[in-house]
């Protein structure tokens, strides 16, 4: 047995990983399964370079958009993250953009740390 991996959590041992206060729900249970892999996939046949949003809206966290650079995307990322609610997870017109993997990473980094490294 083993502490949490979270930074300053003494709270209880851990088999693997994060304790049960810390421990994220699976990809599947967060609604990354199945469906989302097809809506993903049709919304990056459509939006296809990082930084690209529906109605020619404005990229959020796209350092290749801003940057003139046109790089593929591969991530569909949510704008404003969803935390669960299904609205903000299902709007692919307001909150949905194509991002390259080293900007989705960049973004989510930021975003951990902006709300406390939840």
Request: proline share 6%; charged share 25%; glycine share 12%.
């Amino acid at each position: 047995m083993r502490y949490c991996l979270r930074p300053g959590c003494w709270a209880e041992p851990a088999e693997r990983g994060y304790c049960r206060a810390h421990k994220r729900p699976s990809a599947a249970r967060r609604g990354y399964g199945r469906a989302w892999d097809t809506r993903a996939r049709a919304f990056l046949a459509r939006y296809y370079y990082c930084g690209m949003r529906p109605e020619g809206r404005a990229p959020v966290g796209s350092w290749c958009a801003l940057s003139g650079i046109r790089r593929l995307a591969t991530q569909v990322d949510h704008v404003i993250p969803h935390r669960g609610d299904p609205q903000l997870f299902d709007d692919e017109i307001g909150n949905w953009q194509a991002l390259c993997s080293r900007c989705h990473g960049r973004k989510s980094r930021s975003e951990m740390q902006q709300a406390g490294g939840a």
